[in-house]
């Protein structure tokens, strides 16, 4: 996981309430993205970014915003969480054809 | 869209037994498929691909098959040992290899290798 950090590696949110997720990556390299994981269906893509100020979104990003003001950074956040939104958190960074992750942020929503 | 298939899990094995984790896809064009593990606590890393059909992907013992005529890219490992016991995601990029970060993945099979 070296060169992406993610933080924090874990929070619990009451439903309604707003926060952000970090993503910082040392590797300068365009392209970013993120990953929610839940049991049974795998990693689905929330938002992606192909550089600085450029982001759009991927299958499942109902209730996400993201932004991309520098190379480095690339925070998601939740607005009003909802308890469909208790999951564990990637980021990501694409070198080549092959993503480093973060470690990821485990999210609880009440 | 795209979507991947992987097998039913927990696959659950002794030490040195033979292991295939079965992946299936479905995608238009010319896809690079991909298998990521997952140790407990960790993210996901990058264990083998192939980026065309009938390239082979090999990395620490674990090895798959880019198969186009059978949609396939299962895992296959000769001797498990208890540190392979992890998550294992089938994933394909799509974009003729330039994904931007997007990969679609399976939903992962829990192996857990005993003693």
């Known amino acids: 996981n070296a060169g992406v950090t993610q933080t924090p590696k874990f929070q619990v949110l009451k439903t309604g309430q707003s926060m952000t997720l970090q993503c910082a990556q040392d590797m300068n390299h365009e392209y970013m993205s993120w990953y929610r994981q839940d049991p049974g269906m795998g990693l689905r893509l929330i938002h992606y970014s192909v550089g600085a100020g450029i982001t759009d979104q991927g299958e499942v990003p109902n209730g996400y915003n993201v932004s991309r003001s520098t190379t480095e950074d690339f925070p998601l956040r939740l607005l009003s969480a909802a308890p469909s939104q208790t999951s564990v958190y990637f980021c990501?960074?694409?070198?080549?054809?092959?993503?480093?992750f973060g470690s990821g942020t485990q999210l609880s929503v009440l | 869209g795209d979507s991947v298939t992987q097998m039913e899990g927990p696959v659950t094995l002794s030490e040195e037994a033979f292991l295939t984790i079965n992946c299936t896809y479905t995608?238009?064009?010319?896809?690079?498929l991909f298998w990521y593990v997952q140790y407990p606590g960790e993210g996901l890393q990058l264990l083998l691909k192939?980026?065309?059909?009938?390239d082979k992907g090999s990395n620490k013992g674990f090895e798959a098959t880019y198969r186009k005529e059978t949609t396939s890219f299962h895992l296959e490992k000769g001797s498990v040992q208890v540190s392979d016991s992890a998550v294992y995601f089938c994933?394909?990029?799509?974009?003729?290899?330039?994904?931007?970060?997007?990969?679609?993945f399976g939903q992962g099979t829990i192996l857990t290798v005993h003693p």
């Open positions: 192939a980026t065309k059909a009938d």
């Open positions: 995608a238009t064009g010319y896809p690079s």
């Open positions: 990501a960074v694409q070198i080549g054809q092959k993503l480093f």
């Open positions: 994933a394909l990029a799509n974009a003729g290899g330039t994904s931007y970060g997007k990969l679609t």
